[in-house]
């Protein structure tokens, strides 16, 4: 077989040029034509006005904290209701949902510094050294200073190739891992009692559930050895701090929040939470994901996490903006989408966000888009999504064009500062947003970023201390920050440890959750199991990075293991058919000895020309709304002759 590499991917990557002036429309069978800003606003303030009621918000998780605060407070205050997401839902919710019910508090507990001065680092389904390649460089100074690093995955990473060992499970088998670890645990005598005694609840029922998960069971289902899954147990327990760091690789499933919870009761069990050095790290994808969640741009929360189903926090909301909050959750991305094929949800307003390529079965995002009376994308891009929509606003890029803060998966806020003008007309999002908003009958007047900033301290208990003075000063802080004069400990739940039960608060329960495989189930006909995820050389659908793809591989491929290649009779850069029971493409074949037999992979990339989404199924997560990117049924044909033409 031959693994020579070709230069050439499915065509070169689309190239996005930016947009320079707003696009109006009259119908959707016609193209867009320029328009004014006052036009364009003008017929967007229509559109929305007439859906008052059945509105939805998608907000930017690449955009400013403060662009973040002000889109939610538009769509509560404006449009009168809660229905504001982001694409937290596509990837992180499961774990904001998990931490949560664990701990009340959606954060990931610990520090980056903490990485460095850490005895075990487990990578879960985590491919940091592409997808997180700063924290990275913390984990390498972890490993550097003597911390030992296991990686969990089905594939053997670029991150896995720096652990000291790498479990390779089956797609879809994590909880299986995660109780046998329990398991072997309680029974080697290594559970930490006196914290679960002070801090946790439900470990009779926790250690009764794992019970039938023997190593040996363990093995046959996730097929790794059970040697393997013992050393971790061991490992994990003995260390004197350790962390737990995982990503989409958990999340990005039907039951994502039950495989959270696996993960947060071994921390429970052993007492890695809570510490300095010792914590769970769901490392979050987009820049600024973390603080569009903190800043209430989710369908649950108001800004600072606090929950809208406390009358005392609608109060505070209710008296600083003048309105009435409507007393239960709003609609997350995922429900949205089902309500635009109910036809109740009418009109949206999309900011810097791509579902049509992004959402599992991206056919089937795609009609529900289309079947909307009303879409406005602001974006700095003209991407499918937009090409969609009756207007489209040119935003200024919330890096480098605009000031502002951001938060990261450390919750460490950060100062952004403009540092270029945007091209053409674009306007800034915050300015873009209050412009419409005065034209619907709320006239806000903020100066700049930092008055909203400080409206924003002033309702959020959690960003309290922290001024822009400060940030800058500290170099970024990490919320909580309550008050003006101190900081507080890196990492969070320290109060799990405090001897007084009082001011010890709400114990962490175990998550009794239970083993379920994967719904799209492989046969016959789809005997391949897909799995997509990211390159490091390429950003999510690839808006802001097609024209930069790497020169060694441009474009799209589906990656099989050597033997599979073999088997199937194809090599390196010959285009195959990929289908699965919803979609089919034409992609290349890469060859990656990283795979295992029966185990593909493609990326997200490259959408304009291998739409990997039209093969993922939306089999979502109901507690967390976030679908099963990650196991997907798929078989692979090999294309007759004459249809090879490049
Ligand atoms: N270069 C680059 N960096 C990025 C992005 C990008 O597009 N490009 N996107 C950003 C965003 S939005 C996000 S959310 C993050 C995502 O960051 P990651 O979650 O690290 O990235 P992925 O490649 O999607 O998935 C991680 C790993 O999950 C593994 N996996 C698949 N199925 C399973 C399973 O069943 N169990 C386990 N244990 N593992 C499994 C995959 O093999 C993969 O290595 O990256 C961010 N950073
Ligand atoms: N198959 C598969 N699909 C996936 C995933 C997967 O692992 N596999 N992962 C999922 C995940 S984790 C995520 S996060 C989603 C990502 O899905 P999306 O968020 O839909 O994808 P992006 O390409 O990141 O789109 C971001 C958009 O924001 C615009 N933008 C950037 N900065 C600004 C700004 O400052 N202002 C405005 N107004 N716009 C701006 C960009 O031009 C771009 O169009 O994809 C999901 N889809
Ligand atoms: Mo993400």
């Known amino acids: 077989m031959s693994t020579r590499a070709t230069k050439r991917g499915r065509g070169a ?33 229509d559109g929305l006005r007439a859906a008052r009621g059945a509105f939805g918000m998608f907000s930017c998780a690449r955009a400013t904290n403060e662009m973040n605060y002000v889109a939610q407070k538009f769509t509560r205050v404006v449009m009168g209701t809660n229905n504001v997401d982001s694409c937290n839902r596509t990837c992180h919710a499961p774990s904001v949902a998990g931490l949560s019910a664990a701990f009340g508090s959606g954060g990931g507990t610990s520090s980056y510094e903490e990485i460095e001065h850490t005895d075990l680092i487990v990578m879960w389904g985590s491919n940091a050294r592409f997808a997180h390649p700063i924290f990275f460089q913390h984990v390498l100074k972890g490993i550097r200073n003597g911390a030992r690093m296991y990686a969990v995955d089905p594939r053997r990473t670029s991150t896995a190739e720096w652990a000291e060992s790498w479990l390779g499970l089956n797609v879809g088998t994590d909880i299986p891992m995660a109780h046998a670890i329990g398991r072997e645990i309680i029974h080697a005598g290594l559970a930490n009692h006196a914290f679960i005694e002070r801090a946790t609840t439900g470990f009779e029922e926790y250690a009764q559930l794992v019970e039938p998960w023997t190593l040996s069971l363990a093995e046959k289902v996730t097929g790794v050895p059970a040697a393997a899954i013992r050393e971790l147990a061991h490992a994990y327990a003995r260390a004197e701090r350790a962390q737990l760091c995982w990503t989409l690789g958990i999340t990005e499933h039907h039951n994502g929040t039950d495989n959270v919870r696996a993960l947060i009761n071994l921390s429970l069990l052993t007492g890695h939470v809570g510490r300095y050095g010792s914590g769970l790290q769901p490392l979050r994808g ?15 929360r108001l800004p600072g996490f606090q929950d809208i189903l406390d009358p005392d926090v609608r109060l505070k909301f209710e008296s600083a903006w003048d309105t009435v909050i409507q007393p239960h959750y709003g609609l997350n991305l995922t429900e949205m989408f089902e309500s635009m094929e109910e036809g109740s949800l009418r009109a949206v307003y999309c900011i810097g966000e791509n579902p049509a390529q ?13 079947a909307l009376d009303f879409l406005v994308v602001q974006d700095i891009f003209l991407t499918k999504t937009a090409e969609l929509a009756d207007v489209v606003l040119p935003a200024t890029a919330g890096w480098a064009e605009t000031d502002g803060t951001t938060t990261n998966s450390e919750r460490r806020v950060q100062r952004v500062r403009k540092a270029v003008d945007p091209p053409g007309e674009a306007r800034g999002d915050i300015d873009i947003i ?27 208990p959690d960003h ?56 799209d189930l492989t046969d016959e006909e789809f005997p391949i199991r897909l799995t997509t995820g990211r390159r490091l050389d390429s950003y999510n659908t690839g808006v802001q990075s097609g024209g930069f793809a790497s020169p ?95």
Not at 286 to 295: I, L
Not at 435 to 460: F, I, P
Not at 557 to 586: H, I, K, M, N
């Open 434 to 460: 209050c412009d419409l908003a005065a034209r619907l009958g709320h006239d806000w007047k903020y100066a700049d970023a930092e008055s909203v900033w400080n409206e924003l301290r002033s309702v959020s």
């Open 358 to 370: 992004s959402e599992a079965d991206s056919e089937q995002a795609i009609r529900r888009l289309r």
């Open 13 to 45: 990557p689309k190239t996005y040029t930016r947009l320079t002036h707003p696009l109006v429309r009259d119908s959707r069978d016609e193209p867009f034509r320029r328009a004014t800003w006052d036009e364009a606003l003008t017929r967007a303030a």
């Open 552 to 646: 060694l591989r441009r474009g799209e491929y589906v990656e099989l293991c050597p033997e599979d290649a073999e088997r199937y009779g194809v090599v390196v850069g010959e285009e195959v058919r990929v289908s699965s029971r919803r979609g089919s493409v034409v992609a290349p074949v890469w060859v990656d000895p990283g795979l295992r037999p029966g185990l593909a992979f493609m990326t997200m990339h490259f959408p304009d020309e291998v739409d990997t989404n039209q093969l993922t199924i939306e089999a979502n997560c109901p507690i967390a709304g976030t679908a099963e990117f990650k196991a997907s049924a798929i078989r692979i044909e090999k294309l007759p002759v004459a249809t090879i033409v490049r």
């Open 286 to 300: 987009q820049n600024n994901v973390q603080g569009g969640g903190d800043m209430g741009a989710i369908p649950n």
């Open 464 to 519: 309290y201390g922290m001024t822009y003075e400060r940030l800058e000063e500290h170099q970024g802080i990490q919320w909580p920050c309550r008050d003006t004069e101190r900081l507080e400990p890196t990492y969070l739940h320290g109060r799990l440890w405090d001897p007084d039960p009082a001011r010890r608060g709400r114990l962490a329960p175990f998550g009794l959750v239970q083993h379920d495989p994967p719904v």
